[in-house]
């Protein structure tokens, strides 16, 4: 069982930037692929971006060169790096978790979710 707690969200103005963390408990955290998803009221959660165990990286389109994947295997912890923020930024944010290789885009390619952690973007 793996337990991801976010932290870091805020609110911050249109261009601005923020950082979201994300650690995990376990001992073997390199072993999984890790995502961020955000979700707003009345829509699905969308996938934002998403790092391998090896470092690989996938983003969706429209944060593309704002946004910055990472991870501290050390650390058990996974990072987002938001540049550039716009008000189309704001939503929930949730930290995913799945121990495969690579990584996934969608969200049964997930076991494991925090609960979130909020962004407003205010312009």
């Known amino acids: 069982q793996v337990q991801l707690v976010e932290s870091g969200g805020g609110l911050v103005q249109a261009g601005g930037s923020l950082g979201l963390s994300c650690t995990a408990t376990?001992?073997?955290?390199?072993?999984?692929?890790m995502a961020w998803f955000r979700q707003t009221p009345g829509k699905e959660r969308e996938f934002v971006a998403a790092i391998s165990g090896g470092g690989s990286t996938d983003y969706t389109e429209s944060v593309k060169g704002r946004f910055i994947i990472s991870r501290d295997n050390n650390r058990n912890t996974v990072y987002l790096q938001m540049n550039d923020l716009r008000d189309e930024d704001t939503a929930r944010y949730y930290c995913a978790a799945d121990r495969r290789r690579g990584y996934g885009t969608t969200l049964g390619d997930y076991a494991y979710w925090g609960q979130g952690t909020q962004v407003a973007v205010s312009s």
């Open positions: 376990g001992r073997t955290f390199g072993a999984y692929a």
